[in-house]
């Protein structure tokens, strides 16, 4: 079992690490990776498959709009740890663009894990973590409609990664840096279709 994740070098390294020694990659074997299977890790892998080139391949989007509407609802429903069905951590991620994505955000990931620490704590605890379940509920329900709207789906995974690493160091300034993030992805939408 891994250890506990605390910032966004951790999950890179560790799926790094899972990453090169597998040939098969699927959503069980990533999870395994992060450790004990808890919500936020997850929603911060969300974030980064979005934010990722591997946000191009078709029905990418789709597939995180469904495992992000499991962990939201799951969040809600105040469980304490996550469950996902079978037919969903069966599902293959394609090697390369994944290891592609992991070195694309390494750099990235050790700068920002020196501004990450635990403040505004009320944003991260029950009332803040169910708020952010809900707008990771409303993320999941329109990421199938990201698909076709141009770089929409990447500022959403933005918003993820915000959303999962605040949760992750308990970082509530985090917390409120992904809601203005939500709120901007959320605005292209009606911009792009009226």
């Not at 951590?89 to 994944?98: A, E, F, G, Q, V």
């Not at 994505?101 to 944003?123: C, F, Q, T, V, Y």
Request: charged share 10%.
């Amino acid at each position: 079992m891994s250890e506990r994740i605390q910032n966004l070098s951790q999950l890179v390294q560790q799926l790094e690490a899972m990453a090169e020694s597998s040939d098969h990659i699927t959503l069980d074997k990533v999870l395994d990776a992060m450790g004990d299977r808890s919500f936020a890790p997850v929603i911060l892998l969300a974030g980064l498959i979005l934010f990722s080139p591997l946000s191009g391949i078709p029905g990418m989007p789709t597939l995180m709009g469904i495992l992000l509407l499991l962990i939201s609802t799951q969040m809600l429903m105040l469980r304490h740890h996550l469950w996902l069905p079978q037919w969903l951590l069966t599902r293959t991620i394609p090697k390369s663009p994944l290891m592609h994505g992991l070195s694309w955000i390494e750099k990235p990931a050790a700068h920002l894990d020196r501004w990450l620490r635990p403040r505004l704590g009320i944003m991260v605890y029950r009332a803040g973590s169910l708020a952010t379940a809900g707008i990771c509920s409303v993320i999941a329900l329109l990421l199938p409609l990201m698909e076709i709207i141009p770089f929409s789906a990447s500022l959403a995974g933005l918003a993820l990664i915000a959303f999962g690493l605040a949760l992750v160091a308990r970082d509530g300034a985090l917390e409120l840096l992904a809601f203005a993030l939500t709120g901007t992805a959320l605005a292209l939408i009606p911009y792009y279709f009226f």
